[in-house]
């Protein structure tokens, strides 16, 4: 299957530092989800890139589709307490007729010090 | 509804038992997918329901795991002779349709079969 490699694993830092995380595969995705989940949650979707190059924000959060439509990042800037999580890279592929999967990155451990 | 909903919340079983878990998706979305979290890993496809029917169910690992939909909303996954290795968060997420990327989660039901 498509396989997601997402880095780093974890990252500890400062409030109001910025933070960069990334995905990257061997294969082409058609869309990149970025998702993040916190303790006893399911995944909550922070943003959706449809086409290679597309860079979209959503408040402090900015995420990029790779040109290649082999990779993306997320970044967030000026971070808080509360972006404390793990972060999901997602990518959608073609399964067979008309049907998609998606697949997950292993997911990057974001720690907060306030 | 207004999000997916998964039942029961936590669940602990037997080894040998077995176990059904309960979806209820987003009223009108015809697409939904079950997914598999071990800890410290991503969500692991499992199978993915368009309306009534299973259109993808090469994620699920093994015979003893089983899903339906029967009425194209609320979806069972059922696991026989359940394993504590089968132990994990079991995810729901369901789309509008089975193109449209924006796939929303359930909270998750945790299965710990001692």
């Known amino acids: 299957g498509q396989q997601l490699n997402q880095s780093p694993q974890s990252m500890f830092i400062q409030e109001g530092e910025d933070v960069s995380m990334n995905c990257t595969s061997s294969s082409i995705f058609n869309t990149w989800l970025w998702y993040k989940q916190d303790p006893g949650e399911g995944p909550v979707l922070l943003i959706a890139l449809y086409k290679a190059g597309e860079l979209t924000s959503n408040g402090r959060l900015t995420a990029q589709f790779g040109i290649t439509r082999k990779d993306s990042f997320l970044n967030i800037s000026a971070s808080i307490p509360s972006d404390v999580g793990i972060y999901f890279c997602a990518g959608l592929y073609p399964s067979g007729g008309s049907n998609y999967k998606l697949t997950f990155g292993k997911g990057t451990l974001l720690t907060v010090n306030p | 509804g207004a999000g997916v909903s998964q039942t029961p919340s936590n669940k602990v079983t037997e080894k040998g038992k077995y176990v059904e878990l309960r979806c209820d998706p987003i009223?009108?979305?015809?697409?939904l997918y079950w997914y598999r979290q071990s800890l410290g890993q991503g969500p692991e496809f499992l199978i993915y329901?368009?309306?009534?029917?299973?259109?993808?169910d090469s994620g699920l690992p093994n015979d003893r795991f089983f899903a339906v939909r029967p009425e194209g909303s609320v979806s069972t996954l059922k696991i026989q002779r359940t394993e504590r290795g089968d132990s994990a968060v079991y995810l729901c997420?369901?789309?509008?349709?089975?193109?449209?990327?924006?796939?929303?989660f359930g909270q998750g039901t945790r299965l710990t079969v001692v």
């Open positions: 329901f368009q309306g009534t029917g299973a259109a993808d």
């Open positions: 009223s009108g979305h015809t697409a």
């Open positions: 997420a369901s789309s509008l349709t089975g193109t449209n990327t924006e796939a929303f």
